[in-house]
């Protein structure tokens, strides 16, 4: 069962969540289904994470990772003609092409390949003026004389 969302009204009460609205709006659209190449998804620490994809077969050059604002977007393809005529074949060499939405503030801290696996590290590095900070509450003998600033007088 299959319910569209409607945020119009949403939209009338609230300022720069358009991004939310979008995502949100794209997760409810039918997509199809493409598991491959099977990756996980760990968090690794209170700001770190790590996809790792299983990607046999392919090379350094043949794989490209980029890095879009709140995007991630890996993609494989393989070079050279395999001429040899298959008995069965079970090991996917097909081109892909896998995104990851990333959440604000959110990097890549590096990316290795090792034993047919992937591993992109991630890391939410989050700008000292966002982090929360703790405002002083000052007393009542703390409140300081509002200063006048006057100006050049002239003479009528």
């Known amino acids: 069962m299959r319910t569209n969302l409607d945020f119009t009204p949403l939209f009338r009460s609230s300022v720069g969540f358009d991004r939310v609205f979008n995502m949100l709006e794209n997760a409810s659209r039918v997509t199809t289904v493409d598991n491959w190449p099977p990756y ?6 209170e700001d ?3 996809i790792t994809m ?3 077969g392919f090379s350094q050059d043949e794989l490209t990772i980029t890095h879009q604002p709140n995007m991630l977007v890996v993609s494989g393809s393989q070079g050279g003609e395999d001429n040899a005529e298959y008995l069965y074949r079970g090991i996917a060499g097909r081109a892909f092409e896998r995104r990851f939405e990333l959440a604000d503030h959110v990097k890549v801290a590096g990316a290795s390949l090792e034993n047919g696996l992937l591993t992109i590290d991630l890391k939410r590095e989050i ?3 966002m982090k929360p900070r703790r405002i002083a509450i000052g007393g009542s003998a703390a409140k300081a ?7 050049e007088k002239t003479a009528a």
Do not use: L
Request: charged fraction near 35%; charge should be negative.
């Open 127 to 129: 700008p000292e003026e």
């Open 48 to 50: 770190d994470y790590r």
């Open 40 to 45: 996980d998804i760990a968090k690794v620490g």
């Open 145 to 151: 004389k509002p200063q006048q600033i006057e100006g």
């Open 54 to 56: 299983a990607v046999a």
